[in-house]
């Protein structure tokens, strides 16, 4: 399974664009990128998912470099509730083996 | 649609004793995984399961015993709890040809002391 990592904080402040960048070098053919948002004292929730290129939804944009190794989480105008812990997850579709997180960013979005 | 159901919420055991975490999802999905979540550690899997009759271990499964009976439930069993157990316990489920977007319930907070 491939590995990622992630900075362990970020901060910003309300109406900014935010960027969080998770490296996973070792990706392989079949392995799709997702991330989560998660508050506190509540479970992970999927925000996007994404293999090649960009993906975008109402919530975020997901860019993928062509070489696939890192991938980059946007979000638009963040909001003081936009402060949680974001999980970058890369695992192949099919679930033969279990997936892994790494440990996240938290985002802290000040006024 | 209750998606995944995780009881109880909240769990006090001493060290020493069992307990049976549960978790069901009305999805009908194959794939279904026990998290653990410390401070500072992010989320690291327990155990994880397929489908019905098929289960096997994650990064950290020692101590816990999980089986897979039903397509809907995935109960996670602590023979004898310790206080290295003390911990949030996430269960997630997804379809097998998408395991990666993963639904999860609201947790379970256990403490052993």
């Known amino acids: 399974l491939a590995k990622t990592t992630q900075p362990i904080s970020m901060d910003s402040y309300e109406g900014q664009e935010v960027n969080i960048t998770c490296s996973h070098n070792n990706i392989a053919t079949n392995d799709y990128i997702t991330w989560y948002q998660q508050f506190p004292s509540q479970g992970p929730r999927f925000i996007i998912q994404g293999y090649k290129t960009k993906v975008t939804n109402e919530v975020a944009s997901l860019f993928i470099p062509a070489d696939r190794k890192s991938s980059t989480l946007s979000l638009p105008r963040v909001s003081l509730s936009d402060t949680a812990v974001y999980y970058c997850?890369?695992?192949?579709?099919?679930?033969?083996?279990?997936?892994?997180f790494g440990k996240g960013t938290h985002l802290i979005i000040q006024p | 649609n209750a998606g995944v159901t995780q009881t109880p919420k909240f769990q006090v055991l001493k060290t020493g004793q069992s307990m049976t975490l549960q978790c069901a999802q009305d999805m009908n999905h194959e794939y279904m995984s026990w998290y653990r979540q410390d401070p500072g550690m992010g989320l690291r899997l327990i155990h994880y399961?397929?489908?019905?009759?098929?289960?096997d271990q994650g990064e950290v499964p020692n101590g816990y015993n999980v089986s897979r009976s039903t397509t809907e439930d995935f109960p996670l069993r602590l023979l004898s709890a310790a206080p290295s157990q003390t911990s949030v316990y996430f269960c997630?489920?997804?379809?097998?040809?998408?395991?990666?977007?993963?639904?999860f319930g609201s947790g379970t907070q256990l403490s052993v002391l």
């Open positions: 399961s397929v489908g019905a009759g098929i289960t």
């Open positions: 997630a489920s997804s379809t097998r040809d998408r395991a990666e977007k993963l639904f």
């Open positions: 997850l890369v695992g192949e579709g099919g679930g033969a083996d279990g997936l892994t």
